[in-house]
């Protein structure tokens, strides 16, 4: 996906519609699904090393067909929108986490 504050926008907005009640706003798998209790068990981080150095594609496809507890998003997030949450993550996220 091309950088450009129109998809990193964009981006933005996906994940706050699909990711951030997990995921948190920071990346940090501090969701309020977690925090409040409604899942037992912590989310993923996607903040860590490990996900920093995970490819893109690897995370097009977990959100596209889910992985372990996480379900399917394929169905509710168009691919384009998929390549520009991933660009919002690593360029907002990640990086203010390094």
């Not at 450009?4 to 995921?23: M, T």
Request: net charge positive; hydrophobic share 30%.
């Amino acid at each position: 996906m091309e950088y450009s504050e129109k998809n990193l926008e964009r981006g933005e907005q996906v994940y706050g519609v699909f990711c951030a009640s997990c995921h948190g706003e920071k990346g940090d798998g501090k969701g309020h699904l977690f925090t409040s209790g409604v899942y037992k068990y912590p989310v993923r981080t996607l903040v860590s090393e490990e996900m920093n150095q995970r490819p893109d594609g690897e995370i097009y496809h977990t959100i596209t067909l889910g992985f372990g507890v996480m379900g399917a998003h394929g169905f509710m997030i168009s691919p384009g929108d998929r390549w520009k949450t991933i660009l919002y993550i690593r360029k907002n996220l990640q990086t203010q986490n390094k």
